[in-house]
C-alpha cells in the first residue's frame, strides 16, 4: 500500500554519449487515454535529439513521472540546482549554455505549478495552469514548488544538467516509487 501523497518513478536517463536506460512499470502510472509507454518514450528521444541541437552543453537528462494523489498538499518551495542559485547569488554571469533547465510536461487536464515571479524571491509566488499535452521550461534555480491536487494528477518532469550544473542537485526530496512497489498502486 502507498502512503504517499507525492511520488516520484525514475523513466530514463539521458546521459552525453545519448544512451538513456529506461525503466520499466512506469507506465501503469500513465493517466487513462494514454495508448502506451511508446507515446511517451517517442516524445523523450525527440526532447533529447532537440536539446543536443539548442542547449548543445547539456550532459544530462533525468526523466521522471510525477504522480500527486487527490488532497496531495502543495509542495515545499524549492529550488531544483542549488549550485547555480549560489553562482547567481555571487554575481557570477551565467552563459547561457552553462546554465541547467526544468521542464515540465502536463499528460493531463488540470496540471499545476507554483512559481516565483521574482527568481531571488520565494514569496512571489503565483500558481500557473499547464494546458494539457504543453509543458514549461524555466532555468533550474527558479523558486517553484508542485501544486495542491483535488484529484490525482500525473505529470513529466525533466531536469536538464551540464557539466558545470549537473541535475543531481535538487534541495527537496519526493519519494522515489521502486519498480518493487509498482503493484501497490
Not at 550532459?59 to 504522480?67: G, I, K, P, Q, S
Amino acid at each position: 500500500m502507498l502512503f504517499h501523497d507525492r511520488f516520484q518513478i525514475k523513466i530514463a536517463h539521458y546521459n552525453h554519449s545519448n544512451t538513456s536506460n529506461n525503466e520499466t512499470g512506469w507506465k501503469w502510472y500513465l493517466p487513462s487515454g494514454f495508448t502506451g509507454h511508446d507515446e511517451v518514450t517517442g516524445f523523450l528521444d525527440r526532447l533529447q535529439k532537440t536539446m543536443a541541437k539548442l542547449h548543445p552543453n547539456t550532459t544530462e537528462m533525468e526523466v521522471l513521472l510525477l504522480v500527486s494523489k487527490k488532497g496531495c498538499p502543495e509542495q515545499v518551495i524549492h529550488r531544483d540546482s542549488c549550485t547555480m542559485s549560489n553562482a547567481r547569488f555571487n554575481n557570477k554571469r551565467l552563459a547561457f549554455a552553462s546554465i541547467g533547465f526544468t521542464m515540465l510536461f502536463a499528460l493531463m487536464p488540470d496540471t499545476k505549478l507554483k512559481i516565483a515571479a521574482n527568481k531571488t524571491n520565494a514569496n512571489t509566488t503565483k500558481v500557473i495552469e499547464i494546458a494539457d499535452s504543453n509543458g514549461i521550461i524555466f532555468p533550474a534555480d527558479i523558486f517553484h514548488a508542485g501544486a495542491a491536487y483535488d484529484k490525482e494528477n500525473v505529470r513529466l518532469f525533466v531536469a536538464v544538467g551540464t557539466n558545470e550544473f549537473p541535475c543531481s542537485n535538487n534541495e527537496v526530496s519526493i519519494p522515489l516509487l521502486s519498480m518493487s512497489d509498482s503493484n501497490d498502486k
